[in-house]
């Protein structure tokens, strides 16, 4: 560039491409930001069969494998004065609506006094030895406090309800939705009546489908 009245004048291209670089610089970092957001920001699950969770022999379970059925959610405890009565009628329950629409699925707990004690191993032999269960229990799981099980954190938020002791029972459709619960020593010939007419629905929606 020639001088102006004898001036020298500074060329403005070194500048451009100098804020040309830094602007193709910042656009990559802030695309690849916004990538690295949107592949590894963890996965909201929608609903209850969107979580994975532990059995009693401490293996991963995913519950997408009960999606499409009915399923009696419990916080079980052995030692509960509710126990046998419980354990037994939930059993009941679990075999007369069958696995193929229903399922009862069982979260031990121990924060409700002293009334699970043990170990997953404890729990899975006593529960078996004495009650004949069948049903598909978890490993044991916390339900109040800062870390509760994020499953059951979903059940309990749902209803806008904790548990107050062992054996509160809740109601999932097949969408993985909580549509009912009841408390601990609410009548089980209410659950059994709402849980089938749930299998009702499930069988008589197949059938139209088929």
């Given amino acids: 560039m ?15 491409r100098k804020l040309i670089l830094f602007l193709s610089t910042a656009l990559c970092v802030g695309t690849l930001f916004l990538l690295q957001t949107k592949v590894f920001k963890p996965r909201k699950a929608k609903d209850f069969y969107s979580f994975e969770v532990r059995d009693i022999r401490g293996r991963t379970v995913s519950l997408e494998k009960y999606r499409g059925k009915a399923s ?76 509760p099980d994020p499953a059951f954190k979903y059940i309990t938020d ?18 993985g939705k909580v549509v009912r619960y009841w408390k601990t020593e609410e009548p089980m010939e209410q659950i059994r009546q709402e849980a089938a007419a749930l299998v009702r629905e499930i069988i008589l929606k197949k059938r139209v489908e088929l």
């Fill in 2 to 16: 020639e001088p102006l009245l004898g001036y020298p004048v500074k060329s403005s291209v070194p500048k451009a």
């Fill in 72 to 147: 009696l959610v419990v916080n079980v405890a052995s030692h509960c004065e509710h126990a046998e009565r419980s354990y037994r009628a939930l059993q009941e329950l679990h075999r007369e609506l069958g696995t193929s629409h229903f399922n009862v699925l069982a979260f031990p707990c121990g924060q409700f006094g002293d009334t699970e004690p043990g170990s997953n191993r404890d729990i899975e032999a006593f529960v078996k030895s004495n009650f004949g269960v069948t049903f598909p229990i978890f490993s044991k799981v916390k339900i109040m406090g800062s870390e």
């Fill in 158 to 175: 749902s209803v806008q309800k904790m548990p107050k002791w062992n054996f509160w029972k809740f109601l999932v459709n097949p969408e």
